[in-house]
């Protein structure tokens, strides 16, 4: 019984020690300084709506309930709002020392952060700016490291149940994430060790990362830092030397992605799909990388893979505004570009060329990703059935529209410079200046015109301009100009010498073709029609001229060819049957055009006759007059000569 007295007695007596103890806890005093130190370091006010109670567990300490952050000069929705805030102070301010905050956890906070249209972003306290541009002189964008508030020395830190809401107006972008549970853990001040766990928009988010200067880091120096994270599939580890004061980093960054759409989701962005080739099914990014405290991000020995694509080289972006600012030069091996050929790609591309240019709308949603200058230089670029190789291009895009200037491509069998702009800007649109010197035809056509009756070699020019939400829509809409100059090929489909020789429309087909030395020609387009007056062709047994049009749009053909087979050599002589190539330019129809041929023997017969009327009347054309103009004159010239007679002899 004895025993049990004794321990009531102990557990009363400790009872007492600990009421004393609550009684010695500041608590008030602990909140003040709190505000005070918030205040300083964020330039908000901290608002207790509930009691301040001194607690003894898990350590001692202050539990303030419903707390709030809110602009110091008043206005404005709160910054955070919490349930709770649990306070641990050093032992020794229970006696009457120096009040020192060890652990500060906060309960169920809602987090709100806005940056609105003009940029200016609700968690900035007053001066950063001022502070983030004064720089300290030393060239290397670090801010020196400078004593942590004295009564505030953090051993533990905690967030738990949290909610971040996010949104930003001057970009469009908005972010969730929930059940928020932060840990840092920094003992006596040393490294610090902080997790993050959390829900954005749906997706998991972890953070594991060591700061081995915490005080630094947060009053506007730098310090060691290795972190890694993962947001859904997404992952990235970074080590080298960091700062919080405002954001700042330098050191080596390793990044994987399940595709550049999936991370952007992630990391809750409304970004649009890029296409196969640029990142649509994975993303990863490794480099040397520095963020400036000035909000700059720049690359140096960088290295980019997207869907197997892999690029190399340095870039600087600048974030703000409407989109991020990027200069980039880069350099690459061989890259694949599928989803930009201009009539589709893989087995089904012949098919959808038979049967006509694809109406699906196209993609441009990537076209406004970034402004600014992007310089690349690879082996070889394939896009469809078209390969480039090598290349020296530059990208040049600016809200929504992106300059492709090729400064060298080796392409189609010869060279191909000129420029490319896609246009998405309320719409699409698409221009086209290219220059191809020594290309094979056959597949410069059949690449961007799908046309492939038609070989040699030689140069081409063509310039473009089209309207359209699809690539029959742009056919449709063409405006333009070019020429060609060929030696050396065929025009597949039909045998003009033969067909010529023998008065044979059927000399047409797969298995012929006649060959020619030389061909040339020019041609307007207007509304999807081009047309031409002046194709001229040589061969050894057949010289042609011709004129008529060619419906891109339609793909179809509506020629009329005047072909002379075996003439002397000078010209004379020789067969001369108009031919006539209409349909499709898939399957075209020849014909011989023989009432032409009729028409032609009589307006020849007849002005043989007219030739011999004139001679037996005498008359002469000038030079530069028409027989009938001629015959006129002449006619007046007798009734004049009559008149005289008649009045001379009155």
């Known amino acids: 019984m004895r025993w049990m007295l004794r321990l009531a007695g102990g557990l009363g007596i400790l009872g007492l020690i600990g009421l004393a103890v609550l009684a010695f806890i500041p608590g008030e005093k602990v909140a003040a300084i709190l505000g005070e130190e918030v205040l300083a370091a964020t330039g908000q006010r901290l608002e207790i709506g509930g009691d301040v109670r001194p607690v003894l567990w898990p350590e001692p300490g202050v539990r303030i309930g419903e707390v709030r952050l809110v602009p110091a000069e008043g206005g ?46 609700n ?7 001022a502070d983030r541009d004064a720089g300290d002189g030393d060239g290397d964008g670090a801010v020196p490291a400078a004593a ?49 766990e959390a829900v954005l928009d749906g997706a998991p988010l972890t953070l594991e990362a060591t700061v081995d200067d915490l005080a630094a880091a947060l009053s506007g120096g730098v310090s060691p ?23 700042m980093a330098e050191g080596r960054l390793e990044a994987t992605a399940p595709g550049i759409g999936a991370l952007l989701a992630a990391l809750g962005i409304d970004g649009p799909q890029p296409p196969p080739g640029l990142g649509r099914d994975s993303a990863a990014l490794t480099g040397e990388l520095t963020l400036t405290r000035e909000g700059t991000v720049h690359l140096r020995e960088g290295s980019l893979t997207l869907d197997g694509n892999r690029v190399t080289g340095a870039a600087d972006l600048t974030p703000g505004g409407a989109r991020p600012k990027l200069a ?24 959808a060329r038979a049967a006509g240019w694809p109406d699906d709308p196209i993609a441009t949603g990537w076209l406004g990703l970034f402004d600014g200058q992007v310089r690349l ?7 469809g059935g078209t390969r480039l190789s090598p290349l020296d291009a530059t990208v040049t895009a600016e809200r929504s529209r992106m300059v492709f200037d090729i400064a060298r491509a080796g392409a189609f069998g010869g060279t191909l410079t000129g420029s490319f702009v896609a246009n998405g800007r309320g719409g699409f649109s698409a221009r086209t200046d290219l220059r191809a010197r020594g290309v094979d035809l056959r597949a410069f056509l059949s690449a961007f015109l799908g046309y492939d009756r038609l070989t040699g070699s030689g140069d081409v020019a063509f310039r473009a301009l089209g309207v359209g939400d699809s690539v029959a829509a742009l056919a449709r809409s063409l405006e333009g100009e070019g020429s060609l100059r060929l030696a050396g090929g065929e025009l597949k489909g039909v045998d003009l010498s033969a067909m010529l020789r023998f008065l044979d429309p059927a000399r047409v087909g797969e298995e012929t073709a006649t060959r020619y030395d030389h061909l040339t020609a020019s041609w307007t387009i207007a509304e999807g029609v081009m047309r031409t007056a002046d194709l001229t062709l040589e061969a050894p047994l057949v010289t042609a001229t011709g004129a008529g049009s060619a419906d891109i749009g339609a793909r179809t053909l509506d020629m009329r060819i005047k072909p002379v087979a075996l003439a002397g050599p000078e010209g004379q002589g020789g067969t001369r049957v108009p031919l006539r190539i209409t349909g499709p330019w898939a399957a075209p129809r020849f014909t011989l055009d023989m009432e032409a041929v009729a028409r032609d023997a009589l307006a ?13 009347l005498g008359i002469e054309p000038a030079e530069g007059e028409s027989l009938e103009d001629a015959a006129k004159r002449r006619l007046e010239e007798i009734a004049l000569e009559e008149l005289e007679r008649a009045l001379g002899g009155e």
């Open 123 to 129: 968690w900035a306290a007053p001066g950063a700016a």
């Open 148 to 196: 942590v508030p004295g009564r505030i020395a953090l051993d533990a830190g905690r967030v738990t149940g949290g909610r971040i809401e996010f949104s930003d107006e001057s970009r469009g972008t908005a972010w969730l994430a929930e059940a928020v549970d932060l840990r840092l853990a920094a003992p006596g001040g040393g490294p610090a060790r902080l997790s993050l």
């Open 225 to 247: 830092v290795a972190a890694e994270a993962a947001a859904g599939h997404a992952t990235a580890r970074f080590a080298g030397r960091a700062g919080f004061r405002p954001a």
């Open 328 to 351: 980039a030069r880069l350099s690459a091996g061989e890259l694949a570009f599928p989803a930009l050929a201009p009539g589709g790609a893989g087995a089904g591309r012949d098919e």
């Open 604 to 616: 020849e017969r007849l002005e043989e006759v007219q030739a011999d009327i004139a001679a037996d």
């Open 377 to 383: 230089t690879a082996d070889s670029l394939t896009f």
């Open 76 to 121: 404005g929705a709160p910054l955070l709002e919490a349930r709770a805030l649990n306070v641990g102070i050093a032992p020794r301010a229970i006696w009457g020392g120096e009040i020192r905050v060890t652990r500060v956890e906060i309960v169920a906070p809602v987090i709100r952060l806005h940056r609105d249209a003009a940029g200016r972003a």
